[in-house]
């Protein structure tokens, strides 16, 4: 068939001999809201929403029609003077003297669709976590200290001063920068509750006034803002789910009712996503659909989704006790609610202002709780577990097949970041199941494995030179499981500083690795262990030990969390968590070892106490040319060989079947035990 696209006459005959409802018209709008979702692994799996059974003729006009947009799509050299100067013009007429720009969507997440990146399209950021305030004569962007060097590259300082998140607050800039007495406008929709109740306390007491924008002013002047994302959503099979999205429903609603709430809001896609058994791919690297939800004490939910979104089948496997309702409707829904006299729980650290204002408008009772889905979600069942164990095998087989190469190909000197991070990513894409990244890959050489949250780009990529270290921090997303390992590799002979660093670096983790420790025990209870040895040399890394893990959802994961900031929640069975100590000499080299690791209870036949421990997930040798073994105490080293002793036997038969023989050999040196 011709790759052209022949028109919408042509579209439309097709469509019609496929007994199909839409128009030429129809199919442009679900295009351009599928340009506006990541491509991901299949990139035409869109078309599925269009119909489950396609002639080629018909999906070839639909590929075509595709292209043809996208291409149509090319934007001129944005001009940020003029974006900002637009700005500062609607902000005069709605008499504001400032506005803040969130890096955040609706829904707080780790990621934002192309719909919600007004920071980036203002200001030119395009860091993870950041905002900005626009006056009517000043400009700050705030940043923490791992985009302090690439605001400056990104954003103009003529346009722009920089700031830091923490050392700078935006309420001291705003109270500098705008007149006494200022409107500082916010669009309630893209802040929490929790936080708006912060900020206009601080605001206040130096005179400023925060006020809500029902009408965002960056959306005014972004003429070509995206449309919100258009990617299927299917059902996660209940062999993965392990819990039917009934069983679901009922537990939470039953806790609902016996707290005499009647409703909660739901506005995390993960939590969503985890309730119903539902995953789309709205968003990168997480398998969102981006929804809100309302779930009552009697286990019905209104689910609010473009209806277009959803794949054949989800709306059978939904059952009748869900609505899917049309997003526009969700204020209607929360009047509703008021109207009801019912008490509405909602998370105020994570539910936007918009949405606690409209309850309390409607006359609702409030509860301000957590969101009541974040704990089960992080407690694995069985299905759950076995399914992160299997993709931690196959997993585990692309790392061994990708050090492996690198084994043959770093001593040449010829090897990149961009290099290595991409045939991981092959080797990972050979595997079944396999549905992409679960974040971007952290692919770091000599000195730019110190920065912690590196990004390699064309300006940045560099060569694993011998005689340097390479820091690897990469996951993947599967259908029964998500992964996250960091593995630190000697390219040459590394020196005797980064051998001590390195072992000092493994004794943490193993201590995390091994600890014993009573129900009730909170992640921040076990952050020192991981510490102790880097501090006995006045070393220390300032990011978290570990963070939360979802299964096939987001690789960073709440409520849980091994770090020095307070944590409440104690550890449960079933919850994973990752184990990442580090050590960061600037200018020089990173080091991180990171496995993920599952909360387990023990049988300790002496124990007074019902007590916990970890089980490692993931499996991937620790380069024993870094390792000092006289650093290393006979338990540590038993723990190491008794780790690689499981790497190998998990590994080498799958392996094996397919025939890696040079690989298998290869595996069996990198994990042959340490003899002292």
């Known amino acids: 068939m011709s790759s052209a696209y022949r028109g919408d006459e042509t579209l439309a005959q097709l469509l019609a001999q496929a007994g199909l409802p839409q128009t030429p018209a129809d199919i442009r709008s679900l295009v351009a809201g599928v340009l506006a979702a990541p491509e991901g692994e299949s990139p035409d799996g869109w078309m599925v929403l269009v119909g489950a059974r396609l002639s080629e003729d018909l999906a070839g006009q639909l590929r075509a029609l595709k292209a043809e947009i996208a291409a149509g799509r090319v934007a001129d050299a944005p001009d940020y003077a003029a974006r900002i100067a637009a700005l500062r013009g609607v902000l005069a007429r709605a008499d504001l003297d400032g506005f803040i720009v969130p890096r955040g969507d609706e829904h707080q997440g780790e990621y934002v669709p192309p719909r919600a990146q007004r920071l980036a399209w203002l200001t030119g950021f395009t860091g993870s976590a950041g905002h900005a305030i626009v006056g009517r004569q000043r400009a700050a962007v705030f940043v923490d200290g791992r985009y302090t060097l690439q605001v400056q590259a990104e954003v103009s300082g003529d346009l722009y001063e920089y700031r830091h998140l923490v050392d700078d607050p935006l309420t001291d800039w705003a109270g500098d920068a705008l007149p006494r007495g200022g409107r500082l406008g916010y669009d309630p929709w893209l802040h929490t509750a929790g936080w708006v109740e912060r900020t206009r306390q601080q605001l206040e007491r130096i005179g400023l006034s925060l006020v809500p924008c029902p009408d965002n002013p960056v959306d005014r002047v972004w003429t070509d803002q995206p449309p919100p994302p258009l990617a299927p959503v299917v059902a996660q099979d209940l062999a993965f789910a392990g819990d039917s999205a009934a069983d679901k429903r009922a537990r939470i609603a039953g806790d609902l009712a016996r707290n005499g709430i009647g409703a909660v809001v739901l506005t995390q896609p993960d939590s969503i996503a985890w309730l119903l058994n539902l995953r789309g791919a709205d968003v990168p690297c997480t398998p969102l659909p981006l929804s809100f939800a309302i779930l009552k004490d009697d286990a019905q939910v209104d689910l609010f989704i473009d209806r277009r979104k959803l794949a054949p089948g989800v709306e059978s496997h939904l059952g009748n006790q869900v609505a899917v309702r049309a997003p526009d409707e969700l204020g209607a829904a929360l009047d509703g609610l008021g109207r009801e006299g019912r008490k509405v729980m909602a998370d105020p650290a994570s539910t936007s202002a918009w949405i606690f204002d409209r ?8 509860e301000r709780d957590p969101d009541p889905c974040a704990l089960p979600k992080a407690c694995k069942n069985e299905a759950e577990l076995a399914g992160t164990r299997a993709a931690h095998v196959r997993d585990g087989a692309a790392l061994v097949r990708f050090l492996h190469w690198l084994s043959q190909e ?10 290595a991070a991409d045939r991981l990513l092959a080797f990972r894409r050979a595997n079944d199941r396999f549905r992409g990244l679960s974040f971007d890959t ?3 050489a000599g000195p730019n494995g110190a920065i912690v949250h590196y990004r390699v780009s064309e300006a940045t990529d560099r060569r694993l030179e011998p005689g340097s270290l390479f820091l690897l921090d990469s996951g993947a997303q599967y259908q029964d499981g998500t992964t996250d390992v960091t593995r630190t590799i000697a390219i040459g002979a590394p020196t005797p500083e980064m051998r001590e660093r390195f072992t000092l670096v493994l004794k943490g983790h193993i201590a995390v690795s091994t600890a014993r420790f009573p129900r009730g025990t909170t992640g921040s209870q076990l952050d020192t262990l991981a510490r102790l040895p880097l501090w006995s040399l006045g070393l220390d890394y300032d990011h978290g030990t570990g963070h939360g893990v979802g299964s096939y959802l987001s690789v960073h994961e709440g409520p849980q969390r091994i770090s020095k900031v307070p944590n409440s929640v104690a550890l449960q069975p079933g919850m994973i968590l990752s184990n990442e100590p580090g050590y960061y000499k600037t200018g020089a080299y990173g080091i991180r070892i990171e496995n993920l690791i599952v909360v387990q209870p023990l049988d300790l036949p002496m124990a007074e106490r019902p007590m ?17 073994p006289a650093l290393l105490t006979q338990a540590e080293i038993a723990w190491l060989n008794a780790y690689h002793a499981q790497v190998r036997e998990a590994l080498e038969p799958r392996l094996a079947g397919d025939g890696d023989v040079e690989v298998s050999h290869w595996l069996r040196q990198a994990t042959s035990p340490i003899i002292v």
């Open 410 to 419: 770093a001593p040449s000197g010829t090897v990149t970041e961009i290099a």
């Open 442 to 444: 952290i692919s770091g």
């Open 359 to 366: 309850l309390y408008m409607a006359g609702a009772k409030l």
């Open 612 to 628: 916990l421990g970890f089980e490692v997930l993931t499996l991937a040798p620790i380069d024993r040319n870094l390792v000092e």
